[in-house]
């Protein structure tokens, strides 16, 4: 519910259902019985927030606490921005419409580097301060977690706490420590210091960096008996768990506006590009009757006539046929499609076709990577082009008119034969429709490539390499589009800018916290919005403070570097790491994780378990 | 299969989601009620589902009907009850009737507005009654001719059919009846617009109350 001042706002804003609450599903508690409020909040609009699958987790595993009441705050679109600031209203959440500097607890999903500044946004919109050193009162504690934690530096100096990994197990003893401090009045160095011997909460203040006279990191010392390296938490088996039972269902379209069920934490794939499929190891695999059962129960709970079976590979999940099987029993009868989005060229079967178009048909999607097979094995995406033509066969015989492919430009060891090769595999995929003896009369294929710029992320065997300029990437787009022959293709390609801008946060280290705020102050926010993104402030930001961007994103570092992101530890080894590395320089390739494990360490983190590892001996 | 026609009203905050959001609302509580919703039977089966009257965003309404279509046998009385168990906050089910009029013959419109946070409630109501007893009171209109946008401009007084001035304690009230409909529809927003210039720190709550036929009788 929002506050009573906010009322004469709404008719003046797009979209005032962003800004009231009140979902169905949504979790209102009596505050005087709670002992600790949470302002989880997600540093984009509402439709992306709601969108994503980590919030509703963490939300429904903290309420489940009687003594925690947490809340949902999204960042309020320019023009309600604008309302507030004019009209004196504080950010507020959405349950209670209470200010978010009141809380306990102020909780960040980093999702991606381009928003970071709503992060400093919505702190400000909130009353606080935005740096860490300025906030001296226990509460509120400032917690970052997300993919983006794996290198939180630029953002250090801003949060107070960052959690390392999966949120579902270890925020109890978090929550706990926090309700003892505040029930025995401790202050919040004392509080800082306790959270920072927990497994898997990192304490930047409580971390010195020092800098060698080139820029490069010397030494990240830690300090008042905080731990050398923090390690990420991770649960160690998917059916015990807890799922949410309901989804608060957004009256807004939103842009995932449907039932999404993590079947698979963790890939087996290895791709050396994908910072996911290292952060997010070991394999870990739920099972089908849960999943069914979950699935059946958040249908009933919701409406949703769409169910998305998410990992980070589908069709890698072992019982993948089985599991259809089951859910397919009841979703026929009630209507409920199911959709699968990580498929791979690979794997995907006549009867796995045949299940996913029982319902409705949704497209059908992709992701070569590269356009050459050389280029294919240096990144280890392990897809061969008779597999993408196979696939396609497939999809055309069973009805299908259009492809996506996914590609990326930049990749290290890449050539000009390889980036005409993208626009190759694609006319191979357009000839393959047209040899098809039963395509519907009168319809024509629509090939749609859609090209991203590689970006080097930390926890990759990439993330020694430089990536490519603005520049090199521009040119290499006309390069590909010079060898494309036919208006059957599509090509859209993600903005060099906005990829540019990612590779000098993922990498970077404490002194961007500089330029962050620097352009926010000048009216950087909602960064990850064509409208909104101005690289010109960007530019004069780093300028202004003194940093040379290159220096982070276009420069290939030494193996023996001091990476800012050292003493942070996600189980896979750095020598595993470079291993990898090198073998991308000569195309090979590395087995994926059930075919032979390449021991990258991540099993340690689950007491030596990894499901790949158990079905790579039972096979 | 047959038609019934779902009569709720959409109060308090849940008046901020639009016409669209509302149909997949419904659309999601009628999958939770499990009421037998009849499908269109195409390559994309979706339920049958039509609004009498979509409301604006940010109205009120003790009067929104919707038709949906039903398979097999289950009583009105036993699809209300299945309906107001599931409905979110702000909707709430009052009547399943079958349908007696189509929704063409909807007319006119009456509403309630109450007015908030005016400077002197009072004076807001002296000038509101002066403004409306004038000779014209002409606005700017966006409309459409053809497919191109256009700036209209209407008389609201000429559209007025019936109004309503008082005060319900410290709160201005204006019930008024207008053109509403396919043919012709008129937005009380205009005219609250309009009163709200007098007092920029206040702010208004449309509620629509009752749709009336060209006879003045309601829609059923």
Same mark, same amino acid.
């Given at each position: 519910?929002?506050?009573?001042?906010?009322?004469?706002?709404?008719?003046?804003?797009?979209?005032?259902?962003?800004?009231?609450?009140?979902?169905?599903?949504?979790?209102?508690?009596?505050?005087?019985?709670?002992?600790?409020?949470?302002?989880?909040?997600?540093?984009?609009?509402?439709?992306?927030?709601?969108?994503?699958?980590?919030?509703?987790?963490?939300?429904?595993?903290?309420?489940?606490?009687?003594?925690?009441?947490?809340?949902?705050?999204?960042?309020?679109?320019?023009?309600?921005?604008?309302?507030? +600031?004019?009209?004196?209203?504080?950010?507020?959440?959405?349950?209670?419409?209470?200010?978010?500097?009141?809380?306990?607890?102020?909780?960040?999903?980093?999702?991606?580097?381009?928003?970071?500044?709503?992060?400093?946004?919505?702190?400000?919109?909130?009353?606080?301060?935005?740096?860490?050193?300025?906030?001296?009162?226990?509460?509120?504690?400032?917690?970052?977690?997300?993919?983006?934690?794996?290198?939180?530096?630029?953002?250090?100096?801003?949060?107070?706490?960052?959690?390392?990994?999966?949120?579902?197990?270890?925020?109890?003893?978090?929550?706990?420590?926090?309700?003892?401090?505040?029930?025995?009045?401790?202050?919040?160095?004392?509080?800082?210091?306790?959270?920072?011997?927990?497994?898997?909460?990192?304490?930047?203040?409580?971390?010195?960096?020092?800098?060698?006279?080139?820029?490069?990191?010397?030494?990240?010392?830690?300090?008042?008996?905080?731990?050398?390296?923090?390690?990420?938490?991770?649960?160690?088996?998917?059916?015990?768990?807890?799922?949410?039972?309901?989804?608060?269902?957004?009256?807004?379209?939103?842009?995932?506006?449907?039932?999404?069920?993590?079947?698979?934490?963790?890939?087996?794939?290895?791709?050396?590009?994908?910072?996911?499929?290292?952060?997010?190891?070991?394999?870990?695999?739920?099972?089908?009757?849960?999943?069914?059962?979950?699935?059946?129960?958040?249908?009933?709970?919701?409406?949703?006539?769409?169910?998305?079976?998410?990992?980070?590979?589908?069709?890698?999940?072992?019982?993948?046929?089985?599991?259809?099987?089951?859910?397919?029993?009841?979703?026929?009868?009630?209507?409920?499609?199911?959709?699968?989005?990580?498929?791979?060229?690979?794997?995907?079967?006549?009867?796995?076709?045949?299940?996913?178009?029982?319902?409705?048909?949704?497209?059908?999607?992709?992701?070569?990577?590269?356009?050459?097979?050389?280029?294919?094995?240096?990144?280890?995406?392990?897809?061969?082009?008779?597999?993408?033509?196979?696939?396609?066969?497939?999809?055309?015989?069973?009805?299908?008119?259009?492809?996506?492919?996914?590609?990326?430009?930049?990749?290290?060891?890449?050539?000009?034969?390889?980036?005409?090769?993208?626009?190759?595999?694609?006319?191979?995929?357009?000839?393959?429709?047209?040899?098809?003896?039963?395509?519907?009369?009168?319809?024509?294929?629509?090939?749609?490539?859609?090209?991203?710029?590689?970006?080097?992320?930390?926890?990759?065997?990439?993330?020694?390499?430089?990536?490519?300029?603005?520049?090199?990437?521009?040119?290499?787009?006309?390069?590909?589009?010079?060898?494309?022959?036919?208006?059957?293709?599509?090509?859209?390609?993600?903005?060099?800018?906005?990829?540019?801008?990612?590779?000098?946060?993922?990498?970077?280290?404490?002194?961007?916290?500089?330029?962050?705020?620097?352009?926010?102050?000048?009216?950087?926010?909602?960064?990850?919005?064509?409208?909104?993104?101005?690289?010109? +402030?960007?530019?004069?930001?780093?300028?202004?403070?003194?940093?040379?961007?290159?220096?982070?994103?276009?420069?290939?570092?030494?193996?023996?570097?001091?990476?800012?992101?050292?003493?942070?530890?996600?189980?896979?080894?750095?020598?595993?790491?470079?291993?990898?590395?090198?073998?991308?320089?000569?195309?090979?390739?590395?087995?994926?994780?059930?075919?032979?494990?390449?021991?990258?360490?991540?099993?340690?983190?689950?007491?030596?378990?990894?499901?790949?590892?158990?079905?790579?001996?039972?096979? | 299969?047959?038609?019934?026609?779902?009569?709720?009203?959409?109060?308090?905050?849940?008046?901020?989601?639009?016409?669209?959001?509302?149909?997949?609302?419904?659309?999601?509580?009628?999958?939770?009620?499990?009421?037998?919703?009849?499908?269109?039977?195409?390559?994309?089966?979706?339920?049958?589902?039509?609004?009498?009257?979509?409301?604006?965003?940010?109205?009120?309404?003790?009067?929104?009907?919707?038709?949906?279509?039903?398979?097999?046998?289950?009583?009105?009385?036993?699809?209300?009850?299945?309906?107001?168990?599931?409905?979110?906050?702000?909707?709430?089910?009052?009547?399943?009737?079958?349908?007696?009029?189509?929704?063409?013959?909807?007319?006119?419109?009456?509403?309630?507005?109450?007015?908030?946070?005016?400077?002197?409630?009072?004076?807001?109501?002296?000038?509101?009654?002066?403004?409306?007893?004038?000779?014209?009171?002409?606005?700017?209109?966006?409309?459409?001719?053809?497919?191109?946008?256009?700036?209209?401009?209407?008389?609201?007084?000429?559209?007025?059919?019936?109004?309503?001035?008082?005060?319900?304690?410290?709160?201005?009230?204006?019930?008024?009846?207008?053109?509403?409909?396919?043919?012709?529809?008129?937005?009380?927003?205009?005219?609250?617009?309009?009163?709200?210039?007098?007092?920029?720190?206040?702010?208004?709550?449309?509620?629509?109350?009752?749709?009336?036929?060209?006879?003045?009788?309601?829609?059923?």
């Amino acid at each position: 519910m929002y506050p009573k001042e906010v009322e004469k706002l709404l008719p003046l804003v797009q979209k005032p259902g962003r800004y009231t609450g009140g979902e169905l599903n949504s979790i209102v508690k009596n505050k005087d019985e709670v002992a600790l409020r949470y302002a989880f909040c997600f540093p984009d609009s509402y439709e992306i927030g709601m969108s994503h699958l980590g919030i509703k987790i963490l939300y429904s595993v903290a309420n489940a606490r009687p003594d925690v009441w947490c809340e949902r705050v999204f960042a309020p679109w320019h023009d309600m921005e604008a309302q507030m +600031r004019q009209n004196g209203i504080p950010l507020y959440a959405l349950e209670s419409g209470d200010p978010v500097k009141d809380f306990d607890l102020i909780g960040f999903t980093l999702m991606y580097e381009l928003c970071y500044t709503n992060v400093l946004n919505m702190l400000d919109l909130a009353g606080l301060p935005i740096r860490a050193a300025d906030r001296h009162d226990l509460t509120p504690i400032v917690v970052g977690g997300g993919a983006c934690a794996c290198n939180p530096e630029p953002m250090a100096p801003f949060f107070d706490v960052i959690s390392l990994g999966e949120g579902e197990e270890m925020y109890d003893a978090f929550f706990d420590l926090l309700k003892d401090c505040k029930a025995r009045g401790a202050d919040k160095q004392e509080f800082l210091r306790e959270a920072a011997k927990l497994p898997g909460f990192y304490v930047p203040s409580l971390y010195d960096v020092s800098y060698h006279e080139d820029g490069t990191v010397e030494a990240v010392t830690p300090r008042d008996g905080a731990p050398a390296t923090v390690q990420k938490q991770v649960i160690s088996d998917l059916d015990k768990v807890p799922y949410p039972e309901k989804f608060v269902v957004p009256y807004l379209e939103v842009v995932h506006d449907r039932v999404t069920h993590e079947i698979m934490r963790g890939c087996i794939r290895g791709c050396r590009f994908c910072q996911a499929g290292f952060l997010y190891r070991p394999i870990r695999e739920k099972s089908p009757d849960t999943i069914n059962d979950q699935c059946r129960a958040l249908c009933d709970a919701t409406g949703y006539d769409e169910i998305s079976l998410s990992s980070l590979s589908t069709s890698d999940y072992t019982k993948l046929e089985a599991l259809l099987d089951k859910l397919l029993d009841w979703t026929i009868p009630e209507k409920i499609n199911i959709a699968l989005p990580s498929l791979r060229v690979d794997n995907f079967s006549d009867s796995l076709m045949e299940k996913l178009n029982k319902v409705r048909r949704s497209g059908l999607t992709f992701a070569p990577e590269a356009g050459t097979q050389r280029l294919r094995d240096a990144i280890n995406k392990n897809v061969t082009e008779d597999e993408v033509v196979r696939t396609s066969r497939m999809a055309f015989r069973g009805g299908w008119t259009a492809v996506k492919l996914y590609f990326m430009l930049g990749l290290p060891t890449e050539t000009p034969d390889d980036v005409a090769g993208i626009a190759d595999l694609a006319q191979t995929v357009v000839n393959e429709f047209y040899r098809n003896p039963d395509k519907p009369k009168g319809k024509g294929v629509t090939v749609s490539i859609s090209v991203a710029s590689f970006v080097p992320k930390p926890f990759t065997p990439f993330q020694w390499e430089p990536q490519d300029t603005r520049d090199m990437l521009l040119e290499k787009q006309k390069l590909l589009l010079s060898s494309i022959h036919t208006k059957k293709i599509n090509a859209s390609f993600h903005k060099v800018d906005v990829s540019f801008l990612e590779g000098v946060f993922a990498r970077g280290d404490r002194r961007l916290s500089a330029a962050i705020e620097y352009a926010w102050r000048h009216g950087c926010k909602f960064d990850s919005w064509d409208d909104s993104f101005q690289i010109e +402030r960007w530019e004069e930001a780093f300028r202004a403070c003194g940093l040379d961007p290159l220096f982070y994103c276009s420069r290939r570092r030494d193996f023996s570097e001091v990476l800012p992101w050292d003493h942070l530890d996600f189980g896979i080894r750095k020598a595993f790491l470079q291993k990898e590395n090198e073998k991308a320089h000569r195309s090979e390739t590395t087995p994926h994780c059930r075919l032979q494990c390449a021991g990258c360490g991540a099993n340690k983190l689950n007491g030596g378990n990894c499901d790949a590892l158990r079905q790579s001996l039972v096979s | 299969m047959r038609c019934v026609r779902v009569w709720f009203h959409k109060t308090g905050p849940i008046r901020y989601i639009s016409h669209l959001d509302l149909m997949r609302t419904m659309t999601r509580a009628i999958r939770r009620s499990r009421i037998p919703l009849w499908y269109t039977e195409g390559f994309n089966p979706h339920p049958y589902m039509t609004f009498a009257l979509p409301l604006s965003l940010g109205m009120q309404s003790e009067c929104e009907s919707m038709d949906i279509r039903i398979e097999g046998e289950m009583e009105n009385g036993e699809i209300c009850r299945a309906l107001q168990g599931v409905m979110p906050e702000g909707i709430t089910i009052t009547d399943i009737k079958d349908p007696v009029l189509d929704p063409k013959f909807i007319a006119a419109a009456r509403f309630r507005v109450s007015f908030h946070n005016a400077a002197d409630p009072s004076a807001l109501l002296q000038n509101a009654r002066e403004m409306l007893s004038g000779d014209s009171l002409v606005v700017q209109k966006l409309g459409k001719k053809g497919h191109k946008k256009v700036m209209k401009e209407i008389d609201l007084l000429q559209s007025l059919q019936s109004y309503e001035l008082r005060l319900e304690g410290e709160t201005p009230v204006l019930d008024l009846v207008l053109p509403a409909g396919s043919v012709n529809n008129v937005n009380p927003a205009l005219l609250c617009d309009e009163i709200l210039k007098l007092d920029p720190g206040a702010y208004y709550v449309i509620t629509r109350k009752q749709l009336l036929t060209k006879d003045m009788e309601p829609f059923a």
